[in-house]
């Protein structure tokens, strides 16, 4: 059984390595990859409460009424960092850390560009939160802001890694977690859209 | 075990400068309030409302986000999580000796320590603020609190933080994150880095809750119910945001727990091999991941109809809907209490009879069952709300869960049939806990009859029964634990006499103060009131004195347990000679439990042929 990523605790004046700065052997990879898709599929419990909401709590239809053009470019944007980050993962294969950077750099553009566009509605006032409509969609629209925060900063992270551990680096796990987190939140996004803008 | 490399990216700054660095406790508390403070300021600036109020609702919620970032940066994650996770250097070096239980860390022992100790905190502050409840309830009139809102924040107070703090987090991130590693045969959890931090969100989260009646009272009690909270104070903000990050500490336990079982087990450790206390464990997790999620969400919810407002659970939504959205998690979190406890009996009782456990398969059906069923009978705390469609299969799902429930109690009893049980005290405890279970567990099914819930809604009677649940449960199997594992943690062991001593008060003092509960609960004792019919005061008076002496019982026993913890006897690493991994380590574990990962060859609960230990 592999332990190589624990702490030394023998002499623990020694220093311990980053995450991505040791080789994963074969479980350590089931173990992450295990871990990341509980908490992820923990994660989508929200997202089923947020997609009956509206209904729930109204008993009926309610009629959207918000901008589906901007919630549709921020679909967009997300779906457009999504594909980035994939680009990244198979840099990360051929260990080309010139365009990782690159790829997750404009990934982080579009996830911001993304995450301004999903929040531009709830900032402008077009819609009154004091309706079943409008209850629905800050909620949602919050829930979904948040999620793209949370793949921006994984994005920043990674990012991060590839440009200061450079020639360090062992295996490309965080790259491939990112690009897993934010595929999840396009999905995320991309049902919440439908719930909130079309349904 | 292999060793790691020895060189991160070398920075060139001396290895030492951690020494140089303030106490992390005091880092964490000076920057949570810096956090807290800068945050507060800024939103409260950008606040577009003509006042530019210092202190609103929203400056304060964001606020709040500042000073738990804060206080867990400072206590150690800025070094050793955030930079790394950005590729700076780790300067961050684990400390030796009794500071490294005050600061971040990766150790699974140390982490277990953490949240045993922090639940602790929290047990103290609800008993103090359940003392100051029964102290308001030995007279009929309001004598000791001023105004009735004071004795419902403290009623809140106390079933708070005791549901988020202690009974979800003690047996599962404490002892949970001791325990299962060593169990499973691993030097560490699965994600230790994670659980380093999740354990600091606790104390956050307790102080956050006690301190939230500074803001303003609120009374809805534990379950924040809408549309009362709407009416409440600004205080219910803090409620809501103190039980959220304590859920979100048990939400990385839960993935973590999991993790560590499904993916750290030593070679041969099969799952008809696993110990019966993993099996709850994932059992427990399970629930967690399932759950906590959707409490959490409903809170964002709540919190949100609150600072913008929002009209969801009031008058415009619709209020029962966030009692259907509490109780969705209220009823498997019981179980996410009472379920470990379960686990416990049977990892316990082979060991004290000496005798193979009994029906093992059923034992695990039994906790995998209580898991599956417990999403399914949550409305029979509503029943006074619902219609007879929706209270019939509600009743019958809460019933039928006292069938797999059972067979906790067929193993532990068939373990102990015939059995040469040692009666010591975490023996003893363990069967104090099954017969208040029982008792816990037949009222149950008793309030699960709809005819007799709508008489016995919202009086002692269900006060009685749920605190025999989760204090005659949970809180006696965690006794039992701390007395059973002692020699563990520590390489000491308690004195029979003194130890059995605390366990005897706390069992006669609990039985004597909750099961008048039913009877005040028949006679027509309400919940939720300070005041009550003066017929009443007279067993109210009493059985408050048996509430303080359960109180003391309890202070007597967590006492009694540290001075042996530090100046108990020593004794052998394996005294009850049980089969279980973690006892072939040393007492107490090295950090590093096992120099060679062990094989396991076969299971863990057969003693038919005597003491021998294998692996």
Not at chain 2, 104 to 133: E, R
Not at chain 2, 439 to 445: E, N
Not at chain 2, 494 to 513: D, M
Request: charged share 10%; net charge positive.
């Amino acid at each position: 059984m592999s332990t190589n990523i624990e702490p030394n605790f023998e002499n623990p004046t020694e220093r311990v390595l980053y995450p991505m700065q040791y080789e994963l052997d074969k479980e350590e990879q089931m173990r992450l990859r295990g871990g990341l898709t509980l908490w992820l599929i923990s994660m989508s419990i929200p997202m089923v409460l947020l997609y009956e909401l509206r209904y729930v709590i109204s008993g009926k239809y309610v009629a959207p009424n918000a901008n589906w053009l901007l919630g549709l470019l921020g679909l967009v944007a997300m779906v457009i960092a999504g594909l980035l980050t994939s680009a990244a993962v198979r840099s990360a294969k051929r260990h080309n850390q010139r365009a990782i950077l690159i790829q997750t750099g404009w990934a982080f553009w579009f996830a911001l560009a993304a995450m301004v566009l999903v929040g531009w509605q709830v900032c402008d006032r077009t819609i009154n939160p004091i309706s079943h409509f409008g209850e629905m969609f800050f909620v949602c629209q919050g829930t979904g802001a948040f999620y793209i925060l949370t793949t921006i900063i994984a994005v920043l992270a990674l990012r991060g890694r590839v440009k200061r551990l450079a020639g360090s680096i062992k295996n490309y796990w965080g790259a491939s977690a990112t690009n897993a987190f934010v595929w999840y939140v396009c999905v995320f996004w991309a049902l919440l859209y439908l719930l909130i803008y079309w349904l | 075990m292999s060793s790691i490399p020895q060189t991160g990216v070398d920075t060139g700054r001396p290895l030492t400068r951690r020494y140089k660095r303030m106490a992390p406790v005091l880092r964490g508390l000076l920057w949570a309030l810096i956090g807290y403070m800068v945050v507060d300021m800024i939103v409260a600036f950008l606040d577009p409302g003509p006042t530019h109020s210092l202190f609103n609702l929203v400056s304060l919620t964001f606020a709040w986000v500042g000073g738990v970032v804060g206080w867990t940066l400072g206590i150690g994650t800025w070094e050793s999580v955030v930079r790394p996770a950005f590729g700076y250097p780790m300067k961050w070096k684990e400390t030796v000796g009794w500071r490294r239980y005050f600061e971040y860390s990766t150790n699974h022992k140390v982490i277990g320590i953490q949240y045993m100790v922090s639940s602790l905190g929290g047990f103290i502050i609800a008993g103090t603020a359940a003392m100051l409840m029964r102290l308001q309830l030995m007279d009929d009139r309001m004598w000791f609190f001023p105004y009735s809102k004071y004795y419902l924040v403290t009623v809140g107070i106390h079933g708070t933080i005791m549901m988020f703090s202690v009974a979800t987090v003690f047996m599962v991130g404490g002892l949970g994150n001791y325990l299962i590693p060593m169990m499973v045969g691993s030097n560490t959890s699965a994600f230790s880095r994670l659980s380093g931090v999740s354990v600091w969100f606790v104390p956050a989260g307790i102080l956050t809750v006690a301190f939230s009646p500074l803001l303003g009272a609120w009374t809805t009690g534990w379950r924040g119910y809408e549309p009362l909270a709407s009416q409440d104070g600004s205080g219910i903000i803090y409620y809501y945001l103190g039980v959220f990050i304590l859920l979100m500490s048990s939400l990385i336990v839960a993935a973590n727990l999991v993790a560590t079982i499904v993916f750290r087990r030593a070679p041969g450790l099969t799952w008809n091999r696993l110990p019966m206390y993993a099996w709850g464990m994932l059992a427990v997790s399970f629930l967690n991941l399932i759950w906590i999620p959707e409490i959490m969400m409903t809170f964002v919810m709540a919190l949100l109809d609150k600072i913008v407002p929002l009209p969801m659970f009031q008058s415009t939504g619709s209020p029962l809907v966030y009692l259907q959205m509490f109780w969705l998690f209220g009823h498997p979190e019981v179980y996410i209490v009472v379920v470990p406890a379960l686990a416990l009996w049977m990892e316990i009782i082979p060991v004290m009879g000496r005798k193979t456990l009994f029906a093992r398969q059923w034992g695990v059906i039994g906790l995998v069952f209580v898991m599956l069923l417990s999403g399914m009978v949550w409305a029979h705390h509503l029943f006074p709300t619902q219609q007879n469609a929706t209270i019939l299969p509600f009743s019958f799902f809460t019933e039928m869960i006292s069938i797999p429930t059972g067979f906790a109690f067929m193993v532990s009893i068939g373990t102990m049939w015939k059995s040469k049980m040692r009666l010591n005290t975490p023996s003893i405890l363990i069967m104090m806990s099954m017969f208040n279970f029982l008792i816990g567990g037949l009222t149950g099914v008793f309030l699960a009859d709809p005819a007799v819930n709508m008489q016995l809604h919202d009086t002692f009677f269900v006060v009685g029964h749920f605190h025999y649940t989760i204090i005659g449960g949970m809180v006696f199997s965690s006794f039992a634990a701390m007395y059973y594992y002692l020699p563990k943690f520590s390489g000491r062991m308690y004195n029979e006499k003194w130890a059995q001593l605390g366990v005897y008060w706390i069992f006669l003092a609990f039985n004597a103060t909750f099961f008048q509960f039913f009877i005040l609960g028949l006679r027509g004792m309400n919940r939720w009131v300070p005041v009550y019919p003066a017929y009443l005061r007279a067993q109210n008076f009493e059985v408050s004195i048996f509430a303080f002496l359960l109180g003391f019982g309890f202070l007597y026993n967590i006492i009694y347990i540290i001075y042996v913890w530090r100046r108990g006897e020593k004794v052998d690493e394996n005294p009850w000679q049980s089969k279980t991994l973690e006892w072939t380590t040393s007492s107490p574990p090295a950090d590093i439990s096992f120099e060679e990962i062990p094989t396991v060859t076969e299971g863990f609960y057969d003693y038919s042929d005597g003491v021998s230990t294998e692996s």
